[in-house]
């Protein structure tokens, strides 16, 4: 700049007050785990990417060397035959599922978060069924399948029809249901439940009026991943007996194949042409996914500057 | 020491200059206790506390942090109950009625006594469904016009011209001065007879505390309002009447407002408005 700063008093020497402090080696250290937890963090990102490269590369294989037709595929229902199977049986029931699985697990769920969170004394039953909860959730998944084939289909001999898949279904969903809403509910600031008492309000209409739409984006957001993780859900539905049918289900007490199951059965096959319709159903399926986490996500990022 | 003392206000009140109506009427008791106590757990929260609280005045009642000041407004409309270690003593009485009596219901002393709170707590629901939101719940929505009752309350609370265009936005996008009013219109909507506040302006900066305590001196012209506040001044400024808790949970003090700030019997009140105690 100016020539000034020649008259500034440590120009020229080397020393100044912090000298005597050498901290390279304290920021090295800094950068190098930096640099290792980046890494752990772009695990998860990296493989992902793997994944869809994979299933995107398998998709473009099938839609060119196998001639698989988009229409035919969401045209046509299962059948033996390779260059007559679609996919649209496995759509219709996938999507029938999520809708009673919704119904089934959304009411049963949230009315056991509002109970737990906001009418249960705080005692040792309470707390035997929080534990039983959070048990609950980690039970893998075959097993509510093994329930549901003893209970529903055979027990009361159901069949292996929609329905019995959908409460399976329901039964795997629930535990992840009711926590989610008991967070949801946990995050409605307790000022606001006494803003709703001191206005003259019972309890139902203080959680009817002000908990509930409070923590309903958040309920919503619970319930949607809730049910992204139960239409990927293969072992539950085999266990129930969705297995390969040639036609579409009409409703939920017909048989059924859902979206993972015609997959699992496609891959399954030792003709290529199979796992190349495997490989487009997979498409199918991570593209129902995404939306469903996309809603999800929208939801949060609408209503949460909201609270 | 000079005997002279006394004579010099130690807290100039502004009740003199203010001309409200209220003020020339006799003294009808609203709210009373006698020998009332509060217990969180083992824990003495209000000792004893016997105090009769005028009808359609601006009660104040001040204290040190801990004093018990709040619980006691709590206690009122017991929203104590809302907090299961709290256990009471004593007689509290509603226009002659103990509310601590088995045949009283909370809910229904509390359509009769609205309360805000410290910081403001409005519902994420529109302006006009959180003023609504009384009416709505005590089922008074079908006797009388909802939009008129809502535009009443806000006008009353001194926001009507800062919201009539945006009735239906978000009440939490609100200044903190105006959701603390938007709070008020929802505890009057329903025409409570008693309006308990529980240092409704000391989250809010000096201007829109101004405005709440334009407001207070409003409301006291239909309603009983009984104040706690941390700011002597403010209870100065706005009540008729003072009560001095002191750590402890004891009632010290209840007199006229300008009684307490000017000559108030006892030492330790001296000592707390003066600022050598608390």
Known sequence: ?307 | MSTEQNNEPIIKTGVQNVAIGARDRPDETVLEATNLDVYYGDERAIDDVSIEIPETKVTAMIGPSGCGKSTFLRSINRMNDQIDAARIDGDLYFQGKNVYDEDVDPVALRRKIGMVFQKPNPFPKSIHDNVAYGLRVQGKDDDVNLDEAVERALRAAALWDEVKDKLDSSGLDLSGGQQQRLCIARAIAPDPEVLLMDEPASALDPIATSKIEDLIADLAEEYTVVIVTHNMQQAARISDKTAVFLTGGELVEFDDTTTIFENPDDNRVEDYITGKFG
């Open chain 1, 1 to 307: 700049m100016s020539t000034d700063t020649d008259d500034a008093p440590f120009a020229e020497s080397e020393e100044t007050p912090f000298t005597d402090i050498d901290l390279g080696w304290e920021h090295r250290k800094n950068r190098i785990f930096l640099g290792i937890i980046f890494a752990a963090s772009m695990f998860g990102v990296v493989m992902l990417a793997l994944l869809l490269l994979d299933v995107v590369t398998d998709f473009y294989r099938g839609q060119t060397e196998f001639g698989i037709s988009l229409i035919d595929f969401f045209t046509r229902d299962g059948s033996r035959r390779q260059e007559l199977a679609g996919f649209r049986g496995a759509i219709v029931a996938s999507v029938m599922l999520m809708i009673f699985t919704a119904i089934l697990a959304f009411f049963v769920g949230v009315g056991s978060a509002i109970y737990l969170e906001e009418y249960a004394p705080d005692n040792r039953v309470t707390r035997l069924i929080e534990a039983n909860l959070a048990n609950l959730a980690g039970v893998p998944s075959i097993v509510y399948g093994l329930l549901a084939l003893a209970a529903f289909v055979n027990g009361i001999g159901l069949g292996p029809i929609l329905l019995a898949g959908a409460i399976a279904l329901a039964l795997l969903v629930m535990p992840i249901i009711i926590v989610s809403t008991q967070e949801a509910l946990r995050a409605v600031p307790d000022s606001m439940r006494n803003g709703s008492y001191a206005t003259g309000a019972t309890k139902w209409q203080t959680i009817r009026g002000v908990v509930l739409p409070a923590a309903m984006p958040g309920i919503m957001t619970g319930t949607i991943l809730a049910l992204a993780r139960a239409i990927g859900e293969t072992a539950p539905l085999i266990m129930v007996g969705a297995l390969f049918t040639n036609r579409i289900a009409w409703g939920p007490f017909d048989r059924f194949s859902a979206m993972p199951t015609q997959i699992y059965n496609w891959a399954a096959e030792p003709e290529p042409h199979f796992i190349h319709l495997a490989a487009t159903g997979i498409a199918v399926l991570l593209a129902f996914l995404f939306a469903m986490n996309g809603i999800a996500i929208y939801l949060r990022n609408k209503y949460e500057r909201d609270l």
